[in-house]
């Protein structure tokens, strides 16, 4: 399907939502296809005891990732939206077509992660458009090294205790994140995993349905969250102010040209390097050997 030709009906709209990882669009009947691919997945990451995915939306983008990723000794996985073409890959990096058994237009990273207990022990991933210090990589590897297994690590956005009061509770957010087999499994039967709108999850109990909707947000994460707080899951968190400076996001940014329309469609690949000079993020973090 080329997005730029297909009239951007609800149809397309709803196949589009279901990419990107949401229980509101994804169909319970696609668990067991789902499960299937992950076998796959699981024969590919054979042997590799530290896999963090590198989802390539741009190639120049994914390369740097990579190399921060083998600089601390992990294994990039190179995943990415089917629009970005064939991975780069760099030496001792493995590709992962996630998407082959689905033929989706578009794919989000937490659209395999959501299933990571079907064919890792422990992966970590991250946002495509994020780099970070080597001191950062460093102590983020650490962190992810350490975490036992039915633990997870994530970025700590929760809100402060007035927001929270008034029903804004905040999510631990995927930016940069890491998870076990143990915790992805617990999260999904529990039905509070990454995937947006958690409540419509086929294992959330009905009991919790109307909670989890009036208290946590639909975004991606805030299921993590509700894992946290509801089920007692245990969350590391990681200091936001450890990779603030490295993310080359359009949120706050007044200077941000969008190339892409602003809704489902949206192609971080054509908006990244528009707005963002690589050399320039890489030199200001210290980083410009990685090039």
Known sequence: MNLEETEYTEEVRALLREAKGNWDFFPPTKIPQMEE???????????????????????????????????????????????????????????????????????????????????????????????????????????????????????????????RWRGQRGRFWELVACTTAGASRDQYAKGAGWWRNIWRHPNCRDVLRQRLEHRYDYDHGAGILAWHEVHGGNVVPIPHGWVEEGHCTRVGNSNYRRRSPQDERRDLGKDLSHNFDLREVCQRLGISDLL
């Open 37 to 163: 691919a992950a076998r796959e997945w699981a024969s590919a990451l054979e042997g590799i005891e530290r896999p963090w995915l590198c989802w390539n939306v741009d190639e120049d983008w994914c390369r740097i990732q990579q190399r921060l990723v083998r600089s601390v000794g992990w294994t990039p996985v190179v995943g990415g939206d089917p629009r970005a073409g064939r991975p780069p890959l760099e030496s001792g990096a493995i590709a992962v077509d996630f998407n082959a058994r689905f033929d989706y237009p578009i794919m989000h990273f937490l659209f395999p992660i959501e299933f990571s207990h079907l064919f890792t022990q422990k992966i970590a991933f991250w946002h495509s458009d994020l780099v970070v210090r080597k001191t950062v990589m460093e102590n983020l590897a650490t962190m992810f090294e350490n975490l036992p297994d039915g633990s997870a690590a994530a970025v700590d956005r929760r809100r402060g205790w007035y927001r």
